[in-house]
Every structure is written in C-alpha cells, then in structure tokens.
Nanobody, 121 residues
Framework: QVQLVESGGGLVQAGGSLRLSCAAS????????MGWYRQAPGKQREVVAR???????NYADSVKGRFTISRDNAKNTVYLQMNSLKPEDTAVYYC???????????????WGQGTQITVSS
C-alpha cells in the first residue's frame, strides 16, 4: 500500500535548525501536491507549507522567511528545512500528499504518522 514515512524530527534549541524528510512509497503512479502540517496541543491542525508538483510553494505567514519546502520528484520525497526555530514552532508535524496509485486512476490524500518537533528556550 501507499504510505508516507517521515524522518528528521526531534529536539532543538531556539534559533537552531532541523530538516524534515517525507518519502512516499508503494505502488505509486503520480504525486501532485505535497505539504507539511502541524498541530500543537489545544490547537487545530494548520498548514505549514505546500508545494505543487511543479515546485510552486506556499507558506503560512508564521514561517515565511524561516522555512523552505522542496521536493525531489524522482525520489517521491518532500522536505522541510526549518531555520531560526522558535518555541512556538513546537508541534507534531505531519506530511501530506495527493497520490495516485497504480491500481486506481483517482488521487487519494495520504498522511504520515507525524513526528514531534520540540524547540526549547
């Protein structure tokens, strides 16, 4: 089955950097939009950044200038480079992608398992 596997989460000091990766695997025909979302305790899940298959990126205002989303279509992988991290960036980060499998012609939306990012003061 198609799945998204995230890596790169962990603990970092304020002002530091982390790089998240998310690789899609399985019987994949094509992938359209990919993105990163996050959810902090007591808050709704929010979009952090999304990127089209052609590389057009959009960011939440709170991360503009600090985070960069990118993708490698040959590897079915999306990345999130996070710089100048702040304590308010602490959340569970989820990978998301619209994927068409080889067994069905329609796109389905998939989520990764989530990875904890903790930014300490």
């Amino acid at each position: 089955q198609v799945q998204l596997v995230e890596s790169g989460g962990g603990l970092v000091q304020a002002g530091g950097s982390l790089r998240l990766s998310c690789a899609a695997s399985g019987r994949i025909s094509s992938i359209n939009g990919m993105g990163w979302y996050r959810q902090a305790p007591g808050k709704q899940r929010e979009v952090v950044a999304r990127i089209t298959r052609g590389g057009v990126a959009n960011y939440a205002d709170s991360v503009k200038g600090r985070f960069t989303i990118s993708r490698d279509n040959a590897k079915n992988t999306v990345y999130l480079q996070m710089n100048s991290l702040k304590p308010e960036d602490t959340a569970v980060y989820y990978c998301n992608a619209d994927i068409r499998s080889t067994s069905w012609g329609l796109f389905d939306n998939y989520w990764g398992q989530g990875t904890q990012i903790t930014v300490s003061s």
